[in-house]
């Protein structure tokens, strides 16, 4: 018996496979269908080089702390997976314990031990790497003060006393004229560094700092103040949201607008109100056009809509709720196109977080082969 054919099926085919249906009131197309037995006949078997020649990484904006890029010819599984790993599996530093000596401020101990925890730090990369995890003592777990040693704990000094500003206005009214050291910020946080952290902390490399010194701690008045020693240690996303390296880390996929039949004069206008500015633009119709599409053929001369970029667009839907529209235009996404946009609170640079997400991802696939070997033996 001779093997059966396989049939390939066309570019045209393959990038309709790939489009979720956005209607008015459903979504359509939104499982991924290429896998092996789905398509009788076509082979879709997992290929290595086939993956290789799909996949395209594109960055759109690589700012130092703010980063928009697409990853290309992937499942929703994987781009989830990095997703996840940047929020809750990308290790940063933020204070754990606070020992306060003295707060006659109005914000509670635990309010400001709180807060102190979730003003996002930064310091020297290579620092960071040198920095061990702290493990808690074997005799008392719960004393998050123990095992503290200059190998995996970082110590920051806060202490402000808010006095009168002898030299202020008569008629002034504003605290921060009226009195010395009203408001306290992150940017009083002074580093104390201990041990190796004198050369892997210096100023040459990098103090650890908060990212954003203008984070308001607390309003003092005269006769109050802070005295503390807080802790910073090593920790991820997924023990607590304060050791996130990322403010957001999120995906989408990429809007597709098909005009399917013409929209002109005062239709096109309405319906590039339809979308955020930059998506739908208007042109005339010229006797090229209508060669090229013989729908335009009485409108030479007319205003057109016509798609500029889909890219911003955040699929509303609001064309769809008009009838002068109805069957004149097709709504959908790309489903293996995601626009990744990453903003870092200051550890990395938002395109090493993404970086550090593959090569987290990448250890576990190598864990759970290794163990799959072994199993097999």
Known sequence: MSPARIYKPSPEQIAQRKIVGINEETVTNITSTDFPGHYPGEDHAWDKDQFEDNLQIQFHKNEKYDASF????????????????????????????VMTYNNTSIVQDEVLSHRLGLIPLTGSRA??????????????????SLNATDLNTL???????????????????????????????ARDLKFQPNGKQTEWFSEEHGPVRAQNPDILIAKLRPGQEIELIAYARKGNGADHAKFSPVATATYRLLPLIQIIKPIVGEDAKKFAKCFLPGVVGLETVTEDDAVKDKQYRSHIGEQRAVVRNAFKDSVSRECLRHEEFKGKVKLGRIQDHFIFSVESTGQYQSDEI???SVQT?????????????????
């Not at 620092?127 to 998050?144: C, L, R, Y």
């Not at 696939?365 to 033996?377: A, P, R």
Request: charged share 30%; aromatic share 8%.
């Open 127 to 144: 620092g960071f790497d040198k920095m061990d995890w702290w493990t808690p003592s074997a005799e008392n777990p719960d004393d998050k």
């Open 155 to 185: 110590q920051m000094n806060l202490s402000v006393r808010c006095t009168k500003n002898r030299d202020a206005a008569e008629n002034e009214e504003e605290p921060t004229k009226l009195y010395h050291n009203a408001h306290v910020y």
């Open 70 to 97: 697409s990853v290309v010819g992937i499942d929703a599984s994987i781009a989830n997976a990095f997703r996840r790993i940047m929020i809750a599996e990308v290790a940063t530093f933020a204070i754990e314990v």
């Open 354 to 356: 993404f970086l550090q």
């Open 361 to 377: 991802l990448k250890s576990k696939i190598e864990v759970l082969k290794s163990d799959l070997e072994t199993i097999n033996h």
